[in-house]
């Protein structure tokens, strides 16, 4: 992996030298650990000039959600507790002859690059954008494998989750349960808070649970991610509970599943964000759903839950190969319930089969 990580390090630098700076300061904690393999409490990258430099914050610093550090990364622990590794790193530039750092400005607090000018006057502060985001948006196959054991943990939970008696639970007591059984099955923990909604909440987008009962003919959804190796996938199913549905839920529930196939089936190399979003959207659309509908369809995953690229009406740019996006088209309404199917894909061109679903839980209206 240390060959993989200093590829990743050798590319952004390419960038920054076309840009016209020798040096970078990676602070965003995702992008540390993309480009170093572990991201400590605290902790920056330093490219430099010659070397470059993992600064942690002291000794103690334990990498987050585990991780593989590269070994060829020489580490750098600041002296005295209660130090900026970001102003420290900047300062060892400073020291070295240094005269340009490209620095992450939407990461960076005001405070903080005040403080970076204060200890490295001489230093031409630039903005390095979201060029890691960018790099970390195509995954290799190790970061795809890591989703995909990710997502069979996912699966795993709520299989085992469907198979108890959930009449009479608390969407709150439902949810720590899932996340329980994520761990137990081997993940790091959850990708995001688990949302578990019932009745009148259900289908709500970004649901936190409450301690409503689940009642007989009522719409259960829900949405829960795991994280294996830092890496996060997301999955979300609707059932309905202890009856047979209802008309209006047969409905509702077919709409939404029709707009989240089309949304999946549009995901291909090439095709441009917005039109896998209106290719779900414009279903849910003409039945007259068009108020209220979520802001996206879909967004990327990996070292964070919700990446580039954003699946929205006004999202410009393309598909490539290898991405892994979510699909996740929903309805709810107020007062009666909704529904939302979420599922995991991976960009992959027709000739290797089309998009490959990682999230595989049965997307049949089930009555539990």
Request: aromatic content about 4%; proline content about 6%; hydrophobic content about 40%.
């Amino acid at each position: 992996m240390s060959e993989v990580y200093g590829t990743r390090r050798a590319r952004l630098r390419d960038r920054c030298g076309s840009s016209g700076s020798a040096a970078a300061l990676i602070s965003r904690p995702a992008n540390v650990r993309y480009l170093a393999g572990v991201a400590p409490q605290g902790a920056v990258l330093l490219l430099g000039r010659h070397e470059d430099l993992l600064v942690c914050a002291g000794p103690d610093d334990r990498p987050a959600e585990g991780g593989r550090p590269d070994e060829n990364l020489r580490l750098h622990t600041l002296p005295h507790a209660g130090g900026d590794p970001a102003v420290a790193a900047a300062g060892l530039l400073a020291a070295q002859g240094g005269d340009s750092l490209a620095v992450e400005e939407h990461h960076l607090t005001v405070a903080r690059h005040r403080a970076l000018r204060s200890v490295a006057p001489r230093l031409r502060l630039t903005d390095l954008g979201g060029a890691v985001e960018q790099l970390r948006v195509v995954k290799d196959e190790e970061e795809i494998s890591c989703l995909r054991v990710g997502a069979e943990i996912a699966d795993q939970a709520l299989g085992e989750l469907l198979e108890s008696i959930l009449v009479g639970r608390t969407e709150r007591h439902l949810a720590l349960e899932l996340e329980r059984r994520l761990v137990d099955h081997g993940a790091d923990g959850p990708a995001f808070p688990t949302s578990v909604a019932t009745g009148p909440n259900s289908g709500r987008r970004g649901h936190r649970p409450t301690d409503r009962r689940v009642e007989e003919g009522d719409f259960l959804s829900v949405c829960l991610g795991a994280t294996y190796r830092g890496y996060r996938c997301e999955i979300g199913r609707t059932f309905v509970i202890g009856t047979s549905p209802a008309d209006w839920q047969i409905e509702l529930y077919d709409l939404v599943f029709a707009a989240q196939r089309a949304g999946r089936e549009s995901l291909a190399p090439g095709a441009a964000y917005r039109d896998v979003d209106r290719a779900a959207r414009q279903i849910l659309d003409s039945a007259g759903y068009a108020q209220g509908l979520p802001a996206l369809t879909g967004h990327g995953v990996g070292l964070e839950i919700d990446e580039d690229p954003q699946l929205a009406p006004a999202a410009m740019g393309k598909l490539d190969a290898c991405v892994p996006v979510t699909v996740e088209p929903g309805v709810h309404l107020p007062g009666r319930g909704g529904v939302r199917i979420d599922d995991t894909l991976v960009v992959r061109p027709e000739a290797d089969g089309g998009p490959e679903l990682l999230t595989i839980t049965t997307k049949e209206l089930l009555a539990l």
